[in-house]
């Protein structure tokens, strides 16, 4: 029997900085990630960039892995396209001093440094290898059940074990979810004209095409297609990739040059209907499955991860302390979550009402600078 204060469950990214978020608390914290050592200490590269907002960086750097920074790109400024609308949404940060937007990092680069600070400070113990197969409570504890027999005991249980959590529906806690049926590709591609630091949100007929600034004129580039037909470009030669690349963004940043590995993934959004239970916690995408087109699922993560380290006191699984990281989290993602889910229907949406629509909100949203600011503020959550 292994006994802990606390045991979580994913050793990703968020389980990690929860980890790093308890040091110096006196708690023993055991992490049970089933993918090998080798994986969690040396991520490989998986295409995504993530934007974190200057509040995150400060997480980042408080958790001890602030050298996940040092690989970003700054996100100067932001727009949004509506087909070939001539009216875009553009935003800055607000003032000539105020810094970029945020900074765009590896996600690869996140979780390794995240991984050293743990392993640096002695924050947990990694069980890598090791899968979860049963988890249980009682008004006294909870209990996990690993694949090779043993078993866990600790006064909180912590699921951060992705958006298709199978240790949440273990603990009987359902799930709102919105398949979009479509399919998001990441890709590294290098342009002839320069990015200018600005990230480019196009929301087009029949697809929707993000474009991440990184250093030099290299780009993220990241295509959304119906499921069906994202399956020829994943297979395309490098050069065919990259004429399509090239087709798709009309131009706009020259002719593209694929520079690194593609890497698909299904898009379906998720929200937990509840974050506790009894002695136990939902944290990351497990809690809250963002679609990717506000660019706030780890920030969540790391959110929420702070959130809960915050209200544990002497008894890790405190009622009272746990529906207080519920209530402040839920009030931190929701309204987000909602908004977020609208705009990704409503501008992918190719009916004739929903252009209708979306370009009302292009022109209003264009002329409106209080808007853009309060957005802006929003996406760089300056705290």
Do not use: C
């Amino acid at each position: 029997m292994l006994d802990y204060d606390i045991a979580v469950i994913g050793a990703g990214p968020v389980g990690l900085a929860f980890a790093q978020a308890l040091r110096g608390s006196g708690l023993s914290v055991g992490l049970f990630e089933r993918a090998p050592e080798t994986a969690i200490a040396q991520p490989a590269f998986d295409g995504r960039e993530i934007a974190l907002t200057h509040h995150s960086q400060k997480l980042m750097t408080a958790f001890g892995a602030g050298a996940a920074l040092d690989h970003g790109s700054p996100l100067r400024e932001a727009q949004v396209l509506n087909g070939g609308s001539p009216f875009a949404l553009e935003f800055t940060a607000d003032g000539p001093k105020a810094g970029p937007l945020g900074l765009l990092v590896p996600n690869h680069e996140i979780r390794r440094a995240l991984h050293d600070a743990v392993r640096a400070d002695a924050s947990a113990e990694i069980h890598a290898g090791t899968e979860v197969t049963d988890v249980s409570t009682d008004p006294r504890e909870g209990r996990l059940t690993l694949a090779d027999g043993r078993m866990v005991r600790a006064r909180l249980i912590v699921a951060a074990d992705t958006r298709f959590s199978a240790s949440r529906g273990r603990m009987g806690i359902r799930d709102s979810r919105l398949d979009f049926g479509s399919t998001m590709l990441v890709a590294r591609v290098a342009h002839e004209k320069p990015h200018h630091g600005i990230a480019t949100e196009w929301f087009g007929h029949g697809q929707t095409v993000a474009m991440l600034p990184l250093a030099g004129d290299v780009s993220s580039f990241v295509l959304t297609l119906k499921t069906p037909q994202m399956a020829r470009l994943m297979e395309a030669t490098p050069e065919e990739f990259a004429a399509e690349a090239t087709r798709r963004t009309q131009g706009r940043w020259g002719r593209m040059e694929l520079v690194a590995t593609r890497h698909a993934y299904p898009l379906v959004a998720v929200y937990a209907r509840r974050f506790v239970g009894r002695r136990f916690a939902l944290l990351g995408d497990a809690a809250v499955g963002m679609h990717p087109v506000t660019a706030h699922g780890f920030n969540f993560g790391l959110a929420g991860a702070e959130r809960l380290a915050q209200e544990i006191g002497g008894d890790p699984g405190d009622t009272a302390a746990l529906l207080r990281f519920e209530s402040r989290h839920r009030r931190g993602t929701f309204p987000l979550f909602t908004a977020t889910n609208a705009i990704a229907k409503l501008y992918t949406d190719d009916r004739a009402p929903a252009r209708l629509l979306r370009g009302a909100v292009m022109r209003a949203g264009a002329l409106l600078a209080p808007v853009r600011k309060a957005v802006a503020a929003q996406l760089m959550d300056a705290r």
